[in-house]
């Protein structure tokens, strides 16, 4: 097969006439074809393009089925959409798009986790590291790390329309097209959605020896910052973490875009970065995301520092009404310096809405009271709220 250009009369007759012979576009079956070919994503009319033709394969599509949400509230499978059927104008539409299982809770809320059929299908990708010119990654599957891809300069619908670019404002494409990137460009196409869930997409993609960000650099292709509905951005256990050595391991440029893209926002109000195995939080990282945070669950991270200049978003967070920051997990936390001034921002901001380990609440109290430390200046009302976690020998610490 080869790339081919075709007006938007002769397509469609083409594709009738395929129809008609009982051939079309699809005949992608469970994993059996992880790669789009060259002219799969060749389409005058991109939005009547259904997912199966892209080669999203019928396992990942009926996840999306059975988990996003419409407008009225029902799943695309109980309006009626079929792996068949569902387009990528169907994505337009949707209000919550979902590479995760959601189960609908008693309170209305959702609690998310990894689908199995979506993290095994991402997981056997081919991620090696080759010579890829501008790109770290190129393979059959996968192209990673080319900034023309995570930073917009290639628009979700050309990737659909005509391919993957070698580089930006090319016009040649890598062949055969990378599905991986196809499938981000259908996430990016989901301009109506207020909430993104890809809890645990990423969470069966190995670390690559040769290149170690590679769930960042995954993640990086989708364009939070284009989704300008989106409210809600599940990451959760995605490994996200992982990639992070310490600052001076992490690849620049992955890292640069996942943050200045991903994490970007003046919409999201609820991020959900949870059990992603981070250890620190940058003075970076969270430095898109707007004051107007109102939600932000970092539990079951093994986090042990803070940045000082993630105490505004903290802060925003729990200061809102009904807001809230989660740190649950973090029972190493240095609650000294930098770090305990991130806490504090929170507590004093808004006290209860601070979820931390006991082992946590204690360490601080004894910190900044036994040891009689101005700053950073934790209030009477930040530690009413953390009261109820201290333990008997840390009140008899601070009484003394």
């Known amino acids: 097969m080869v790339n081919v250009r075709l007006n938007k009369r002769r397509l469609r007759a083409v594709v009738a006439f395929l129809t008609l012979i009982g ?77 995760a299982t959601r189960t609908k809770n008693a309170d209305g809320t959702y609690t998310s986790k990894a689908n199995s059929n979506v993290a095994d299908w991402l997981g056997s990708l081919d991620y090696t590291a080759t010579t890829g010119g501008a790109s770290p990654v190129v393979t059959n599957d996968v192209v990673l790390g080319a900034d023309y891809l995570s930073t917009g300069q290639t628009a979700a619908s050309t990737i659909l329309d005509k391919g993957v670019p070698k580089w930006s404002g ?25 909430t993104l869930d890809l809890t645990g997409m990423l969470s069966k993609v190995p670390t690559q020896s040769a290149y170690s960000t590679v769930h960042m650099a995954t993640m990086a292709l989708v364009q939070t910052n284009k989704l300008t509905n989106l409210k809600t951005l599940n990451l959760g256990g995605n490994r996200l973490g992982s990639d992070q050595q310490g600052a001076a391991a992490i690849d620049g440029s992955a890292y640069y875009l996942f943050r200045s893209n991903t994490l970007t926002s003046n919409s999201v109000t609820d991020l959900d970065l949870s059990n992603n195995d981070f250890t620190t939080l940058d003075g970076n990282i969270l430095s898109g995301i707007g004051s107007q945070i109102s939600a932000l669950n970092l539990g079951g991270n093994n986090i042990t520092s803070i940045d000082y200049n ?83 020998s840390t009140v008899t610490t601070i009484v003394s």
């Open 170 to 194: 090319g016009d040649q494409y890598y062949t055969p097209t990378p599905i991986l990137n196809v499938l981000m460009a259908v996430i990016n196409s989901a301009t109506n959605a207020t």
């Open 310 to 392: 993630n105490g505004s978003v903290f802060s925003n967070a729990s200061k809102s009404d009904g807001g809230s920051v989660n740190l649950a997990g973090s029972e190493n936390l240095n609650v000294s310096g930098n770090t305990a001034y991130v806490i504090a921002s929170a507590l004093n901001s808004g006290g209860a809405s601070l979820t931390l380990d006991d082992k946590t609440a204690n360490d601080l109290a004894t910190n900044q009271l036994a040891s009689q430390s101005a700053w950073p200046g934790v209030s009477s009302a930040g530690f009413q709220s953390i009261a109820p976690q201290l333990s008997g």
């Open 23 to 99: 051939l079309g576009f699809g005949g992608v079956v469970g994993y059996e074809a992880t790669m789009a070919q060259p002219n799969q994503v060749v389409r005058a009319d991109t939005a009547s393009t259904t997912l199966l033709q892209l080669g999203i394969p019928k396992a990942v599509i009926q996840t999306m089925l059975d988990n996003s949400l419409e407008s009225d509230g029902r799943t695309p499978t109980a309006a009626g959409g079929t792996v068949n059927t569902f387009t990528v104008g169907d994505v337009q539409k949707l209000k919550t798009l979902s590479l």
